[in-house]
């Protein structure tokens, strides 16, 4: 079974602080997703990498970097955290085939809270 | 630019009794369709996907999924509900050619009553 894992599954830090979230995938998949789930929004992609060193931005990329120095690990970073973050912070991954296919993959989580 | 809507912020529907949830797309050229759900306190699990042939798909825990082409829809379907279904459930779509991401909708909340 692919596994997607998240460093934290809740997180509290103050306005200002720099944020590091941190997801790492088993799979050796080429591609990795950020998303965040707000009530009433659905997901809404940050950023993707579709290889080591590459980088993407997504829908709602403002606020956020992200890095891929390996395959298996993707982290987002909020340089800083400011209260309209606060939100559910959901990594995934995915195969990289001919036209992109595949299913992503979820992994539970992080509930970020900036104060 | 492509799109999902979910109509309904929330489905009510009682055990044993046949489910519908609603999900209408807007994509240039022919469209690749999922289902995704997601359980309290857990990540997105992927249920099924259309990407092309027979318009019925058939997923995990006896979903299925029409897709209607003429309708541009593809309603999550289950004909028997249980409350192990009550959950968030989401619709994603991205066309067939090309490089690109998903699109998913808002999300439905649907709640099995025992």
């Known amino acids: 079974d692919v596994k997607v894992t998240q460093s934290s599954r809740y997180l509290v830090k103050r306005t200002g602080e720099k944020v590091f979230l941190e997801c790492v995938q088993d799979m050796d998949h080429e591609n990795m997703f950020w998303y965040r789930q707000d009530p009433g929004l659905g997901l809404r992609l940050i950023y993707f990498?579709?290889?080591?060193?590459?980088?993407e931005k997504g829908d709602i990329p403002e606020g956020y970097s992200v890095s891929r120095e390996k395959k298996e690990r993707f982290s987002l970073i909020l340089e800083s955290a400011s209260t309209n973050q606060t939100s559910m912070y959901l990594c995934a991954s995915s195969p990289h085939t001919s036209g992109y296919t595949d299913t992503q993959y979820f992994g539970p989580g992080t509930r970020l809270t900036v104060l | 630019a492509q799109s999902v809507a979910q109509p309904e912020d929330q489905v009510n529907v009682a055990e044993g009794n046949p489910l519908t949830v609603k999900c209408t797309y807007s994509?240039?050229?022919?469209?690749?369709l999922f289902w995704y759900v997601q359980y309290p306190n857990r990540g997105l699990q992927f249920l099924l996907k259309y990407i092309t042939g027979d318009n019925l798909v058939k997923g995990s825990y006896g979903f299925e999924a029409e897709f209607n082409k003429s309708q541009t829809s593809f309603h999550l379907k289950k004909p028997s509900a249980l409350v192990s279904d009550s959950a968030l459930y989401f619709c994603a779509v991205r066309p067939n050619s090309g490089y690109s991401t998903l699109t998913f909708g808002k999300g439905t909340m649907l709640l099995v009553s025992p």
């Open positions: 990498s579709y290889d080591v060193k590459m980088k």
């Open positions: 994509v240039s050229g022919n469209p690749y």
